[in-house]
């Protein structure tokens, strides 16, 4: 009920804002580094803020740290109107995320405490710095979804994965209020992405998220893995969580650390990102999201397959790293053995 209610919600809020798009001129337009080709729409981010906004107060009374949630969304999602408008310089942006994060964080109360046995010698708690480690967190996982968004699809694709994990995870925790929450973000992305994602009747997006809906979306998910498993007595260990938000977080850093190694600023736009290389050996843009998409879910299976069998946490955390290693690795110095692999199979298909 909770999913059909945010795809209804969503689809009802994307038709009513259409025109209000168009009379108010809310419209990303092409340029720089932007090659849609046409002006589109930017109403997805604000419609799926404002279906979760008024779905969520009938779940039941707000909580304190779900009113600082919304005040935080509020903040975030206005900015990120704003610059998809008239392209802040991304000082600004990341001036809006710590105030919005700070909301959460210190207003809110959410806060990550634990990080369990990661190394095999006992719990790792964050102590006096629980704030500031939640707030790192916070701003890599909003710039990590905001990274990818970068073709039609793939950002909500990317999150409604993750969502479908953690409300998984929820039932399985015994935590139903939080996966109510979930399911009707599940639903919201979904009817957004009746609009967003290429299929055969919809051959190019007619709306974007932007970054009020990129940003959003990962305040959303970042607050929802702490909810799960950020506590000293959440059933969900820590390690999960980064398994199911893994595919973006691990784009972020490979894509920020070679901008570091060649002496450019960590948030200057490129098109280093995996879809990007996806799309340049000749993967169209439905592929590239499938592809990504199953990456994701196939990630986040291991976590929860991992939580499920009670394998210890220093072991799944080694294997993260592994993980990270080799996918850094096949996306740096080893993409020609890809690319090779690629046309070699692409070769055998026209035999």
Known sequence: MYLVLGFTLSILLVLVMRPIG????????????????????????IAMVLAFKLILPWL???SGPQVYLMLALALICLVGLVDDMHQFSSRYLFVAQIMAGLLVVWGGGTQVHNLGNL??????????LSIVFTL???????????????????????????VSWFALLAYLAG??????????????????LLFNLRTP??????????????????????????????NFDSAVTPITAVWVIALPLMDMCRVMSS????????????????HHML???????????????????????????????????WVMFYAFVAVLIVYFYFTGPGWHKVCHFIEKRRYLKRL
């Open 22 to 45: 168009v009379r108010f001129g809310l419209f990303d337009r092409p340029s720089g580094r932007k090659n849609h080709g046409r002006p589109v729409l930017v109403i997805g981010g």
């Open 60 to 62: 039941g009374p707000l």
């Open 119 to 128: 190394f095999g010698f006992g719990a790792v708690h964050t102590g006096y």
């Open 136 to 162: 790192i967190c916070l701003l890599g996982v909003i710039n990590a979804v905001n990274m990818a968004d970068g073709v039609d699809g793939l950002a909500g694709t990317i999150v409604g994965v993750s």
């Open 175 to 192: 935590k139903l209020a939080l996966q109510a929450m979930m399911l009707v973000l599940l639903g919201v992305i979904l009817g957004f």
């Open 201 to 230: 009747w919809l051959k190019r997006a007619s709306i974007f998220m932007g970054n009020a809906g990129s940003m959003s979306l990962g305040l959303l998910l970042t607050w929802f893995a702490v909810q799960l498993a950020g």
């Open 259 to 274: 901008r570091i190694c060649q002496g450019k600023s960590p948030f200057v736009g490129d098109h280093l990102h995996m």
């Open 279 to 313: 799309s340049s050996v000749g993967y169209s843009v439905g592929q590239v999201v499938a592809i990504k998409g199953l990456l994701s879910a196939a990630l986040g299976g291991i976590g929860i397959a991992g939580w499920l069998l009670k394998v210890p946490e």
